[in-house]
Structures are given as C-alpha cells and as structure tokens.
C-alpha cells in the first residue's frame, strides 16, 4: 500500500466511531487519505478528528465552490488509487445501487473510475432485508468489492451479522485489492489535467476472438404447469463470471436458467427452463474454446409432470412424483467430440468440500472445478461473495473470501492464461 492514495468515505452509522483508528492504519500501511464525510457521518465523527488523523482537509460539501473550482468532485474521486466506503450504511449502499449523486459522497461514487470497497454497517434486520440484499447483488455485480460485514454483537443490542469489519481487515481487504489490479499508471493520476482528459487505458482482451459458453442459474423442473422443483440458486456467480469473460474480450454464449439476478449486458442471453433445455441450448452453442458449467442443475426431473394443475382428491395422500435423473451437462460436454479446450464445473458443498470436489473433477471428465462450501451460516448461496477452492489436475488451491465479482475477474485472468498456455485457436 506504500505511497498509495485512499479516498475514505465515512456514512453515517454508529460504526463511524471506528473510522479514526481505520485512518490511522491506512496511514501506518504507508497510504495516504483524503476522507469525505456525509451529513449523517458528521454526527458521529467530527471533520476535524478525521482530518487531524489524516493529516488532510476533511471534503464534506457538494457545493464548496473554492474547492470545487481548485479540484473538482470528479477530479477528487480519480485522484486517488482506490475508494474505501466505511460504514456503508443500508442508505449509501442503496443510493449507489440506485445510482443516486445528491450529496458529495455518492456523488464521488458515481464519478470514481477506480476499484470501490465498501465495509457495510447496519442492523442485522435491515443487512437481511430484500431491499438490501438486492442493492448487495446489483453492486456485487457492478464489481464493487466488499469486506465484512460480521457477526457480533450490535449498538442497539441486537445480535447478528451487520457489525462493521474491524479496521485491520479493512486495511488488510484495500490492500489486497490493491495488488489484486494495478491501478492506473501514477502519472495519469497525478497530472493537473481537466479530469475529462484523464482517461482509463484500454482494458487487454485476452480472450478476444474466443467463444466461451456459461451457465449459471438454476433449473426449474416442472411438477404441473404452475409447480416446480428448484434451488436456492441466484446466479449471481455465473452472471459475474460471464461479465469478467466479456470485459476480456470473449464472445459470451450465456445460457441461464430462472435467475434472480439479472444477465450481464452484451453477452448472448439464452434462457431456459429446465435442465433438458440447458443441455440442447448448451449444444446449439457449441463449438466453444471454453466451458463454464456454473448452473446449479437439478439433478431430477418429474417424468409424470401433469399437464394440468394437481387436485387434491379427498384422500389425504398427496400424488407421488415419478422422478428420472437430468443428463448431466458439464460430464457430457467434457467427454463429448466437440470438447471445448477448457471445462470447467462448480461444485456446490455442504461437507468434504476438496475431496468431493477431486473426485468430481476425475468422474466428469472436467478440467477444473470450482468447489465451495454452502452450508448453513457460510451466506454463500444467494450472498454477495464467495469463498472457493480451485480443483485442477495438480491440485487444490483455497483462495480468500471474495466478492462474487472479484472470485469471477481472477476466474477469467485464469480461464485467459490456460488457453493461452494450451495455444488453441
Ligand atoms: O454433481 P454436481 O451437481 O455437484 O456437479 C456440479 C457441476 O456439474 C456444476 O458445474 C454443474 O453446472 C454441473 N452439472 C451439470 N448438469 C447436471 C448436474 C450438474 O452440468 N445435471
């Protein structure tokens, strides 16, 4: 982090108490921080406690003409390497899901071309509420990073997950971001231009001229025309590793079930239903350089589906389903003529995560697997981040807790490299 340049912006929630000590660390890391305050943060932290510790003026409003004309908000918010959001209360995180830029904060936030972390901070009602969980899948798949937030104790007395991650984590997260993606060369960084003159060098394609197939969400197997049997599934991996594919030059053919997070833009959307219509859209895709089976795929489907809606009949017994196995997709395409180069499969958890996921690997023919833990308490399926272990032929590789995006960006780097070092065309 030496010599890096950290914007801090501090929401208003009681966490922001914490934020002089989070200065401090950045500080001692060999950072330097420009903090913003919000309105609401003021009532808990002073600007001037911040830019004590900072050693830095403290920015609070939109509308500070002097500085507005010496620096400008757009200016400020890429004049630094990285923006930290600390706490991000449930209003901030709505307001940048939302793309809300009403007040100096949000306004930096809709500005910044650099990497976002936020450190949410709030009630465990309101981190659990289906506004915010929907806010954490839109920003999760706008890349923003996050770090926390934890289970403990709160400030109203309630127990749960909502604390704000300790100021050492934080700073352990901004630096691992850091080196995570070289941010723009310091030079253009640090030149006086108007800030419409700076511009962000071209991302490298290096999957440009490749055809990678995805699938991700689950599947819905019809019971009777208004039942069905599903999972938990979200989508929110699959759609997050087709989107890092695309922003490295791939063509995207993303074949997806019934989702609730939405599919990335420009990539090929095919929707389907259940796991037979995966598999014939999968087909239809082919040929592809790789693979990406992340659908969570039901393993059964109902053989007896009725095509009329089921009754009661009086008796008191419910119908038994008849139930037939799906064709697995991931260990026919890796053991198919029509092979893409690269296959790779998930494989969903809930005990002996490496060894499953080993065997796995060998049973389906796949060349990687992307295993995870989803049990109960671990907020992984449905959540914002995930926390993997690459299974490949020379072994397993556990890689820290991440946002789904970042898991999805250093998937794609990976995805780039293999078919680079496999020289297939
Ligand atoms: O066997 P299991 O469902 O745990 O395997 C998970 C992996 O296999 C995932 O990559 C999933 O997309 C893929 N799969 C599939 N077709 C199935 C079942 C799983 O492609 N019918």
Partial sequence: MQGKRILLVVGGGVAA?????????????????TPVLTRAGAEFVTPLTLSALAGAPCHTDLFDLTREAEMGHIQLSRAADMVVVAPATADLMAKMAHGH??????TLLMATDKRVLIAPAMNVRMWDHAATRRNRATLDGDGILFVGPDEGEMACGEWGEGRMAEPAAIVAAIGAALSAR??????AATLRLPPETLVTPPAPQPLKGRHVI???GPTHEPIDPVRYIANRSSGAQGAAVAAALRDLGARVSFVTGPATVPPPERVDVIAVETAREMRDAVERALPADAAVMAAAVADWQVVNASDR???KDGSGRPPALEMAENPDILAWIASDARRPALVVGFAAETNDVVANATSKRQRKNADWIVANDVSDGTGIMGGAENEITLVTETGAEPWPRLAKAEVARRLAARIADALQDAGVR
Wanted: net charge positive.
């Fill in 17 to 33: 108490y914490k934020t002089p000590e989070l200065v401090r660390l950045i500080r001692k890391a060999g950072a330097a921080v």
């Fill in 101 to 106: 830029a009403d007040d100096l904060a949000s």
């Fill in 182 to 187: 070289p941010s723009l060369p310091a030079d």
């Fill in 214 to 216: 995805v699938t991700s």
């Fill in 309 to 311: 809606k089921m009754k």
